[in-house]
């Protein structure tokens, strides 16, 4: 039981280059999230997903894309990277207990630096 | 608007207890997370009320009012290896795209 695992751990890409992050859970969860974690701004949620083939938009969608085509992955992509969106990308999963969030398990983060 | 703070730093002594508090506002309320995350290390579950009062687990404690918007995280018997930033984290939301919503963190540092 792996829990919630992130690839690749590190990236730098120059401005321009497109990338996609990958998460995987193999706890049977409903939801997932992706976050940026920056210095002084504490965890904003990009994009997140009640359930395989939905994703809604999070506090800071633009620049993003997702997707969630098998119930175990959920995939963040930039299509054109910016120095701004050098962060820690932190996954997470989790239960949904009577329509309300349970406890979220997060991945180890990917660590990206745009140049 | 949703909003939630907790102190940016807080020090305290190893062996002596801290309080750590959180208040927060949101557009319906199902719940309190808290969060612990070392540097550069993910955030790891401590504790969630529901409920009003106080939630004991080992040296860990999480208290909530729902009336008041607030909560509080209490560790005793600090140890070293406590220190770290903790997350205060909101379940909102009127239906079922809840989302949680986090604070910025408090990052505690532990003097021996």
């Known amino acids: 039981n792996a829990g919630v695992t992130q690839t690749p751990k590190f990236r730098v890409l120059k401005t321009g280059q497109s990338m996609t992050l990958l998460c995987a859970q193999d706890m049977n969860h409903e939801y997932m999230y992706w976050y940026r974690q920056d210095p002084g701004m504490g965890l904003r949620l990009i994009h997140y997903s009640v359930g395989e083939g939905t994703t809604a938009k999070g506090e800071v969608p633009d620049g993003y894309n997702v997707s969630r085509l098998k119930k175990q992955n959920f995939l963040l992509g930039l299509e054109s990277a910016a120095p701004s969106q050098t962060s820690v990308y932190f996954c997470?999963?989790?239960?949904?207990?009577?329509?309300?969030?349970?406890?979220?398990?997060f991945g180890p983060g990917t660590r990206l630096t745009v140049l | 608007g949703q909003n939630i703070d907790q102190p940016t730093e807080m020090t305290a002594t190893e062996g002596a207890i801290v309080q750590i508090n959180c208040t927060y506002q949101?557009?319906?309320?199902?719940?309190l997370f808290w969060y612990q995350q070392h540097a550069g290390e993910a955030p790891t579950f401590l504790s969630y009320n529901v409920l009003d009062g106080l939630e004991e687990k080992g040296r860990f404690s999480s208290f909530l009012s729902r009336s008041k918007g607030y909560s509080y995280l209490l560790l005793k018997e600090l140890q070293m290896k406590d220190s770290a930033s903790y997350l205060c984290?909101?379940?909102?939301?009127?239906?079922?795209?809840?989302?949680?919503?986090f604070g910025k963190g408090t990052r505690l540092h532990i003097l021996p």
């Open positions: 949101t557009s319906g309320f199902n719940g």
């Open positions: 984290a909101a379940v909102g939301g009127m239906n079922r795209d809840d989302k949680i919503i």
């Open positions: 997470a999963s989790s239960y949904e207990v009577a329509g309300v969030v349970d406890t979220q398990y």
